[in-house]
């Protein structure tokens, strides 16, 4: 199992990006895959994730982040995405996705069996 995560960069504050997850070694509706990040000085925290398909219940987000980020997945390209709107410089951080070995969803790190590297966000004010 690999996951590879893309996409990060330098936005102004009020922006957006598209991070990408691509996984190999599995399908990306087999388990739960979750989107973590780790800001400088703090704990990595669970910002978003996407169960397996038949799994109850789809997404979940965050406080911190619910309805400004979107997580998505396509079946075909085998990649999970988290679109990043409205970005503010409390949003920068590494960014991180995991998967389970189960279908349900979490947002706790611990619960986390598969890990990518991470990808830097940075948001200017």
């Known amino acids: 199992v690999q996951l590879q995560a893309s996409g990060g960069g330098l936005v102004q504050s009020g922006g957006s990006l598209r991070l990408s997850c691509a996984a190999s070694?599995?399908?990306?509706?087999?388990?739960?895959i979750a989107w973590l990040r780790q800001a400088p000085g703090k704990d990595r925290e669970g910002i978003s994730c996407?169960?397996?398909?038949?799994?109850?219940?789809?997404?979940r987000y965050s406080a911190s982040v619910k309805g400004r980020f979107t997580i998505s997945r396509d079946v075909g390209e085998n990649t999970v995405y988290l679109q990043m709107n409205s970005l503010n410089p409390e949003d920068t951080a590494v960014y991180y996705c995991?998967?389970?070995?189960?279908?349900?969803?979490?947002?706790?790190?611990?619960?986390?069996?598969?890990w990518g590297k991470g990808t830097q966000v940075t948001v200017s004010s």
């Open positions: 070694g599995f399908t990306v509706d087999d388990y739960a």
């Open positions: 996407i169960s397996g398909s038949g799994s109850a219940g789809t997404t």
């Open positions: 995991a998967s389970r070995s189960q279908k349900d969803c979490s947002l706790y790190r611990y619960r986390m069996d598969y």
